[in-house]
């Protein structure tokens, strides 16, 4: 099984759809959860961090799931500018290293 | 505050030669990450660095393959005798510290291209 695996893209959703996209981590001790985003060719970015109680950005809500060992992200209202590849980042302490999903590559269409 | 910088940003090689990458963390920032990414492909974990201590290099090929973060200077990663299969752009990430909860944010530079012909 892979430290972390993430669904499998594309997905291609209109402007204004709803998304959602889920990551699985495999190491029990992680501590740190992350999204990030990849234009094409460029560096990841951090999108947001993953709070136990969930978080929101504005259009963008994160959660995390211990219990079952994932974390998800939703995108509501989607934009073109969304385009990109969403990677989930999972990551220790005590020198842990960071392990990064695959990605998951989202095309808004108008 | 400069980010994180890499250098070259693209790079070509022939294959047999040597290729070095390096990567100047943000200031103040002692931990530092390697990936490579293949076309089409997502970050592949290589090593995981601090000032002079390689902390996991379980993601980086046992033959040809070497890091070092030195105290002074950037991090190095070194290729040796490069092959058409190393084309791949490799992407350097620091972050300040691993911190009581590890929650510190990891930056990135804007990689190195390297092509090998």
């Known amino acids: 099984r892979k430290e972390v695996e993430q669904d499998p893209g594309p997905f291609n959703v209109p402007e204004g759809a709803t998304v959602a996209f889920n990551c699985t981590y495999s190491?029990?001790?992680?501590?740190?959860f992350f999204w990030y985003r990849q234009d094409c060719r460029k560096e990841p970015k951090l999108l947001m961090s993953?709070?136990?109680s969930g978080n929101e950005d504005g259009r963008f809500t994160a959660q995390l799931n211990r219990a079952s060992q994932y974390i998800s992200l939703l995108i509501r209202d989607s934009k073109l500018s969304d385009s990109a590849t969403y990677l989930c980042?999972?990551?220790?302490?005590?020198?842990?290293?960071?392990?990064f999903g695959a990605g998951t590559r989202l095309f808004v269409k108008a | 505050n400069a980010g994180v910088m890499q250098n070259p940003r693209h790079l070509v090689r022939r294959r047999g030669q040597e290729a070095r990458l390096r990567c100047s963390p943000m200031?103040?920032?002692?931990?530092v990450y390697w990936y490579r990414q293949l076309p089409e492909e997502g970050l592949k974990f290589m090593v995981y660095?601090?000032?002079?201590?390689?902390?996991?290099e379980s993601g980086m090929p046992k033959e040809r393959f070497s890091a070092e973060f030195p105290k002074e200077g950037p991090s190095i990663l070194r290729i040796q005798q490069v092959v058409r299969g190393d084309s791949a752009a490799y992407f350097c990430?620091?972050?300040?510290?691993?911190?009581?909860?590890?929650?510190?944010?990891?930056?990135f530079g804007q990689g190195t291209r390297l092509t090998v012909v």
């Open positions: 980042v999972v990551k220790g302490t005590g020198g842990f290293k960071t392990i």
């Open positions: 200031k103040g920032h002692s931990h």
């Open positions: 190491n029990s001790a992680s501590q740190s």
């Open positions: 993953v709070y136990s």
């Open positions: 660095l601090q000032k002079e201590n390689i902390i996991d």
């Open positions: 990430a620091s972050f300040l510290g691993a911190g009581p909860q590890g929650t510190t944010e990891a930056f």
